[in-house]
């Protein structure tokens, strides 16, 4: 009995100190999708929930405007999803979501362009131009202690969401284990020198 009682206690330990050294909720248990599911689907309480996963970078007086930089743990993704599909979207779909991609953290960069920057536009004739392309000159850093590369990066044209008619959205795509504890440092910046930072701390996200 002695000794299955210290088996118990190293591994409640242990199961203790992987969680403290995630920063933000990761694997979520079934409960936790449920809970995340819950908020994305509340209208009225779900919106200050994501205010803490958004940063709203200072404008620049000239170049791009990096609108908002949003921090995407695998808890808000659920949330998001189940804020975005409204209709027909019931709690087994987020679960399904959430199997799919269960340690994916995303960090969106939602740029504008501006009165005094555009979008670079393909040469005429050009057949090999990508989404990616209208990024040139473009640089984007995510690090803690230091630098964390991407996984993958990817971009979708937006439609709304800016006062001109170019805007483009950026996904760097990471691992949640490439997360510890403490603050998040996200910064971009644009082709004219042009920076935007934004601090998260990881500390105080699901």
Not at 89 to 111: G, H, W
Request: hydrophobic content about 40%.
């Amino acid at each position: 009995m002695r000794s299955f009682t210290k088996a118990l206690f190293a591994f409640a330990a242990c199961a203790f100190l992987v969680q403290a050294a995630n920063a933000f909720l990761n694997p979520l248990t079934p409960e936790q999708v449920d809970e995340a599911y819950s908020i994305g689907r509340d209208a009225d309480h779900g919106q200050a929930f994501f205010q803490h996963y958004i940063h709203f970078p200072a404008p620049q007086p000239t170049g791009p405007d990096v609108h908002l930089i949003e921090f995407e743990t695998p808890f808000e993704q659920v949330a998001r999803r189940a804020q975005e599909h409204w209709a027909n979207y019931d709690r087994l779909d987020a679960e399904r979501d959430y199997a799919a991609n269960p340690s994916q953290v995303i960090v969106r960069v939602f740029i504008c362009g501006s009165r005094t920057f555009s979008f670079p536009q393909p040469p005429s004739g050009t057949t090999s131009w990508q989404d990616k392309d209208y990024l040139r000159g473009f640089a984007f850093d995510v690090s803690q202690s230091e630098l964390i590369q991407p996984e993958k990066f990817s971009v979708r044209r937006a439609s709304l969401g800016c006062a001109e008619s170019d805007a483009l959205e950026a996904f760097l795509h990471f691992s949640a284990q490439q997360f510890g504890p403490g603050i998040a440092k996200v910064e971009v910046i644009g082709p004219g020198g042009q920076t935007f930072r934004a601090d998260f701390d990881l500390d105080d996200l699901k």
